[in-house]
């Protein structure tokens, strides 16, 4: 495609309308914003209906779980906060991801929801999987990553936050 002034494009193909380009822009980050909300949600719930997983001990238990990555950890001192009330911190994580979740599904507080969950994903990687080999075996990481442009970038479109913002503009003008 050229342009009037004779440099030609390459980067839109002919026949592409500008507009439907300029659109898919605008929501590329709703795809992910999506995935990572239904996931959250999911291990959220998960935990929470897990009577073994919410148990201090046995098969299943997140005390099991945090007793058997302690010493392979990255920070063991962050195993041992967790295991001096481990189904608290097992409630608090479930809440956690559930929160964040919603958060991002709904587009409200997108950035603050992210950061939660970066920093749940962060957490997990420096504990539970830190023993991976090799690395992009464990999960827990590249949900961290995944969580970042959502942070950079919050969720401008399809969201309670855009609403938010589009009100107060039409009320100020």
Request: with cysteine; glycine share 10%.
């Amino acid at each position: 495609m050229t342009r009037t002034d004779g440099v030609t494009r390459t980067d839109v193909p002919s026949g592409a309308a500008p507009g439907l380009r300029d659109l898919a822009a605008r929501h590329a980050l709703l795809p992910l914003r999506i995935f990572l909300g239904v996931t959250f949600v999911y291990a959220g719930l998960d935990k929470l209906t897990d009577s073994a997983f919410l148990s201090a001990g046995g098969d299943g238990s997140i005390g099991e779980l945090m007793r058997g990555v302690r010493d392979t950890s990255a920070i063991p001192a962050l195993v041992d906060l967790a295991l001096k009330a481990p189904v608290g911190f097992a409630v608090t994580l479930a809440v956690g991801e559930l929160l964040v979740g919603l958060g991002l599904l709904a587009g409200l507080l997108t950035r603050i929801a992210a950061l939660g969950g970066a920093l749940i994903a962060l957490s997990l990687w420096l504990t539970v999987s830190w023993a991976v080999t090799p690395y992009y075996y464990g999960n827990d990481l590249i949900y961290l990553m995944a969580c970042t442009p959502l942070i950079l970038a919050g969720a401008p479109y399809l969201s309670l936050d855009s609403a938010i913002r589009s009100r107060r503009s039409r009320r100020t003008a």
